[in-house]
């Protein structure tokens, strides 16, 4: 057996052993060598491709390590596991939960599967009309709105307009249409300068849904590509500013916030002054739900709508008022005592999923003369939707 080998060079002898030791440690290192190259080369690639799409703000910056789950977060955050990608650039959106998704339980329980039941085989006749009167006073719309409703339906039946049963469910289904668009009417949305961000400024009591409502919207432009800044404005409570850097995170967008026990009309009078320094697109304000007194509330609320304007003249070019579809009637209530002190532009009706009290819509829009601009149709990140009338009426008389 050939146990040396003979070395031509000096004539002396190397044990085999170490030729294949050498020949492997040499094996070795070409296999790392080619592995370093392709690695280079894809990257190479990657960053000649995110020239070409224009990048998320977040796009290249190493992601902080997360804080605890504050409150509303929930614990598993699938969205975040898949920003964690190294290679994905861009914040992709999914499709939201359908407005007919979301108004499942008020089709099942509420007052429209009610008033379908009185519809079923009947006769139109004088017993039926005082049935709809009980369903409507009793339902979520209100007593007021559901008064006018039944004026105007009276007057249309002196004018023998409606013949039948059917005729009475159509002039209910328009008649609530009208309701929600003449709100709107009042109140088209303002357009803002280009070259200066949109500021939008959100307002609401605690626990109706105004951090995951920024949240969702924010996602909805971030995955657009634009540049959007949240504003902290939520000083009074640690745990609010921590759940909108969790948001910030999950769908891209950069927070400001100030310094601990920071004034909240100077943080926001910051984070819109850093928005037009910055070219951000779009600066969504988050704000306390609660102080000491409702009058300090709403006392903080004047004084931040006011800064924002001297931050930026002409801001807050929309205020949101988040209301709690699950509290019904009393979210009417509520809105009025914002309405008074701030000018709120629209609504956003969170958790419409969660109840079957879905007339409160209706009710809403007649006694606030305030559109519904977007309606929280699940928990999700995506399932914010924009409110449409028609697309409502459909979904709710269809
Ligand atoms: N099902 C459902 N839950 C929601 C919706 N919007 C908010 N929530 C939940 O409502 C709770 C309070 O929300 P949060 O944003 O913290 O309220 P905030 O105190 O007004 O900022 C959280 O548990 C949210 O997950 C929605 O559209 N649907
Ligand atoms: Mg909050």
Aim: aromatic share 6%; hydrophobic share 40%; glycine share 8%.
């Amino acid at each position: 057996m050939v146990e040396m080998f003979f070395c031509a060079t000096n004539g002396e002898t190397i044990p085999i052993e170490a030729l294949l030791f050498l020949g492997g440690f040499v094996a070795l290192f070409a296999l790392f060598a080619v592995a370093w190259v392709r690695k280079r080369a894809r990257r190479f690639e990657d960053e000649r491709d995110d020239e070409q799409v224009p990048p998320s703000p977040r796009a290249k910056r190493p992601r902080p390590t997360p804080p605890p789950e504050p409150d509303g977060v929930p614990a598993r955050d699938p969205v975040a596991e898949e920003v964690e990608e190294p290679e994905r650039a861009r914040f992709e959106l999914g499709e939201p939960r359908s407005i007919r998704e979301g108004l499942e339980r008020t089709q099942r329980d509420g007052f429209v599967s009610r008033l379908g039941k009185i519809f079923k085989g009947k006769q139109l006749d004088e017993d039926l009309l005082e049935e709809v009167e009980e369903v409507l006073f009793t339902s979520d719309i209100g007593v007021k709105t559901s008064q006018r409703l039944l004026e105007d339906m009276r007057q249309e039946l002196q004018r023998k307009e409606l013949s039948d049963p059917k005729a009475v469910w159509n002039f209910l289904r328009t008649d609530s249409q009208r309701t929600l668009e003449a709100a709107a009417e009042k109140h088209p949305i303002r357009e803002h300068e280009s070259g200066s961000p949109r500021v939008v400024m959100v307002i609401g009591v605690n626990g109706t849904g105004k951090t995951t409502s920024i949240g969702k919207l924010a996602a909805r432009y971030t995955a657009q590509g634009q540049r959007v800044l949240l504003a902290a404005g939520d000083t009074f409570r640690a745990a609010a500013v921590e759940q909108l850097e969790v948001w910030g995170r999950r769908v891209r967008a950069d927070v400001h916030r100030g310094a601990s026990e920071a004034d909240p009309a100077s943080v926001v009078f910051d984070a819109v002054t850093r928005a037009k320094k910055d070219k951000y697109d779009l600066v969504l304000v988050d704000t306390a739900g609660r102080l000491h007194t409702s009058v300090n509330l709403m006392a903080e609320l004047e004084k931040i709508h006011r800064v924002i304007g001297k931050a930026l003249p002409g801001a807050p070019h929309e205020v949101l008022l988040v209301l709690d579809a699950t509290m019904g009637q009393n979210a009417i209530q509520q809105a009025q005592m914002f309405r008074d002190s701030v000018a709120v532009t629209g609504i956003v009706l969170a958790k419409l999923d969660g109840t079957a009290k879905g007339g409160v819509v209706i009710g809403i829009s007649d006694q606030l003369q305030i559109p519904i601009r977007w309606v929280g149709v699940g928990e999700r990140i995506q399932d914010t939707r924009p409110f449409v009338p028609r697309e409502f009426v459909d979904a709710l008389f269809g």
